[in-house]
Each structure stands twice: as C-alpha cells, then as structure tokens.
C-alpha cells in the first residue's frame, strides 16, 4: 500500500477552499460571464490535453458555446490518438437498495417506502454469470450504502467469485477506509467510482440531511484513500442538476489534477451522471439540469484539459445522444443495465435507482459502435499482464 504521508502538499479540501470552488462560487460565475471569444479562441490554441483553470473556464463558458464544433473535433481527434477507435463497454450489477441515507435526488433514500431487496453472494453471481453470458469483461459492482450486510468481507468474496469471468472488476459503493479498499485490492477489485455529487458545501448538505453521506470531507477525501490502496481507476464525477454545471466542472477538474499530480499509478475517469426521475423523485424538481448542448460541451471541455483520462458515459442517456458522444471523446460506455438488485435474472421486481433511459440489449449497443467507426472493447486488461 502506497503511503500518503510522503506527499507534502496541499490537500484537496485547502486547494477548494483557497480557489473558492467549494462555495457557490459566485467569483467563478462572474468571470466565466466575463470570458470573450478571444479568451476561448485563446485556450483552442494551447496544446491539447493539457489541464490549467484558465483554460477549462474559457472552454466551460457562455462565449464557448459558439465554438462546439471545433471542441468536438478536437476531443473526437485527440481520443483517437490516446485511446484508438475503440470504446470499453462495463455492466453494472446492482446488490442492494437498503440504504441508511436519505439523499433528495435518490429513489432509494431511506424514507422511501417500498420492499427492499438484497442478493445473497449466490444470487449475485447469477447474475453476474448473465452480463458474462452476454459478453461483458467488465463489471461494476454497484450498492447502496448497505453497510451490515454488503459489507467488505461480503465484496471481498463476491470479487473472488467473479475475477474468473471477469478482466476488470470495480466497485461503486460508500466510501471506506484505505486498509479496507487495499483488501478489496486484493480480492481482485481494482477500480472505485465515487462522485462527490457536488463540491458546493451548502448544496451538499441541503441534498444529503442524514446519514453517512452527510460528511463532505469524508466524501471528499475517499480518492485520495482509493489511490493510496493501490486501486487502478479511480472514477470521479458529480450529479448534473444540483448545482450550476460550470463551476461544478472547475472543482471536479482541481480534484481531478491534484489526484493525478500525486498518484500517478492510479488513472483517473470521470462521469457525467445528468439527474434523472426516480422512486418518488421527479425530474422537474432539478432547475440546474442541463441541455444536451452544454452536455457536450463538459465532455470535450475536459477531453481537451486531460488527454488520458476515461469518459464515461451510463444508460442514464438517450439512445440517440449516445450515438452521437461515442464519437465525441467518450470512451466507456454501459449497455443493457438494470439498475435494481435481480434486474439481470429478471426475478426481482425491485425498485431501480433511476430510470434508465437506452434500453438497447449490449449486442445492439455494440453494433452501433461498429456503426460508427468504432470497436467495442469487452476486454481491455487482464490481470496477467502484470503478473509473472
Ligand atoms: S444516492 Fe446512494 S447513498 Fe444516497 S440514498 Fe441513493 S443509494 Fe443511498
């Protein structure tokens, strides 16, 4: 396990807090209005891929609204150059929806009511062994914050259970301690996604008012335990309709740098989770949702500040906008996901934790890929590769 101890420099609750990204950031709001289209022509210019708040606040800004075309080629050229013409495709499965936090946005907050559901470590690899049946290397072991009953031990042997099937198995549950992601390491998981939802301090209390979850800073500094255990990928990302998209774009790309600044072994991705309806949870609830335009615009904003880091890309969307971002700097795609615990086995009439929005079966998902120039990747590393 690699020590954070070594490293000397700011952490990333200080480096937020001096650059006012964990507010409102109203200064930040004033200056992206203030960006001309010299400022943005200015940042096209500089080498692509390269990261610097200047830059992503002229590309996330009004006036860059103009230039998408010219962002989008340029995020859909350097992707080819970094990653080929291929897109990794990942399942989730899902293993709980009990959940001991009451966050505003999620149907499975805990005041819901409705039967909740929990798979037994053999349930959950029957399901597993379906998204290998249809063809999936990756899996992403997804649950609610369940913590007396999906606990490490319980992740630790689901793991061991599926790394036979599986190339690349990575988790996206509460956040834990270093020792215990480092035992998950072990057990053959090897990347963890955790979006801090929002880097606003206010609206992350106003949307998470009970429960673990409610601690920001332990939220905040989970990544840099993630990467301290040695985890391969480490996913970053925020919820898309808590709070102004731009500003939230800033924070996610400083934490983002700072992660890759220090831990240089972990690659880091980000997500772009847009809001969607829920259990008891209605869209129209989210006034900073945003348009596919400005979706587009965050995607090839931050292609064009971080050359190598994965974009990804859930069944949250519509099949037609997923068409057109496959070739725009995205380079993970999910396909056929149920996002209830038992969804594969088609047993469960458990409630799902958002509406997924391209129904499309993985064969079908894979086949637009070719469609488009593209190949789909089932499988992209394996384990062996860095073993004697
Ligand atoms: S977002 Fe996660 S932690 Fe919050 S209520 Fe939903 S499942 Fe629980």
Redesign the pocket.
């Known amino acids: 396990m690699l020590s954070t101890e070594k490293y000397t420099g700011r952490d990333i609750k200080t480096i937020l807090a001096e650059r006012g990204l964990d507010g409102d950031g109203e200064l930040w709001q004033k200056r992206l209005e203030k960006i001309s289209t010299g400022d943005v022509e200015k940042a096209l210019s500089e080498p692509a891929g390269t990261y610097g708040v200047e830059k992503l606040l002229a590309l996330v800004s009004p006036a860059a609204e103009n230039y998408l075309e010219e962002m989008a080629q340029l995020s859909h050229q350097l992707t080819i150059q970094r990653f080929g013409r291929t897109i990794r495709l990942y399942a989730p499965l899902y293993l709980s ?1 009990y ?5 505003r ?6 005041e819901n009511k409705f039967e909740r559901t929990r798979l037994t470590i053999q349930q959950a690899v029957r399901e597993g062994d379906i998204i290998a049946f249809e063809g999936f290397r990756d899996i992403l072991l997804v ?4 913590k007396k009953f999906v606990t490490i031990d319980y992740l630790a042997e689901l793991a061991r259970n599926l790394r036979d099937k599986f190339s690349f198995i990575s988790i996206e549950v ?1 956040p834990i301690r270093s020792a215990e992601y480092a035992k998950l390491f072990e057990a053959g998981i090897e990347g963890v996604t955790l979006y801090q ?1 929002t880097y606003n301090r206010q609206a992350y209390a106003y949307y ?1 008012p009970s ?3 409610s601690s920001y800073e332990n939220r905040l500094d989970a990544p840099d335990r993630i990467a301290a255990a040695g985890m391969r990928e480490i996913g970053l990302g925020v919820l898309l309709g808590l709070t102004d998209w731009r500003v939230e774009t800033l924070a996610l790309a400083e934490h983002a740098h700072y992660l890759i600044k220090r831990y240089w072994q972990s690659h880091v991705s980000f997500s772009f989770p847009r809001l969607r309806p829920a259990y008891e949870v209605a869209g129209s609830q989210f006034e900073h949702l945003l348009s596919d335009k400005n979706l587009v615009q965050m995607i090839t904003a931050l292609r064009l500040c971080f050359a190598d880091a994965g974009l990804v890309l859930s069944t949250r969307e519509r099949a037609q906008l997923r068409d057109h971002l496959v070739n725009l700097g995205i380079t993970k795609l999910s396909a056929g996901s149920k996002t209830n615990p038992g969804g594969y086995s088609g047993h469960s009439g458990a409630i799902e ?1 958002f509406e997924v929005d391209d129904n499309r079966s993985p064969a079908q998902v894979a086949t637009m890929i070719k469609e488009a120039g593209l190949e789909p990747v089932w499988k992209d590393w394996d384990i062996t590769f860095v073993k004697d």
């Open positions: 929806n959940c001991t936090n009451s966050c946005y999620c149907g499975f907050n805990r649950s609610s914050e369940d509460y939802e998470h429960g673990p979850k934790q």
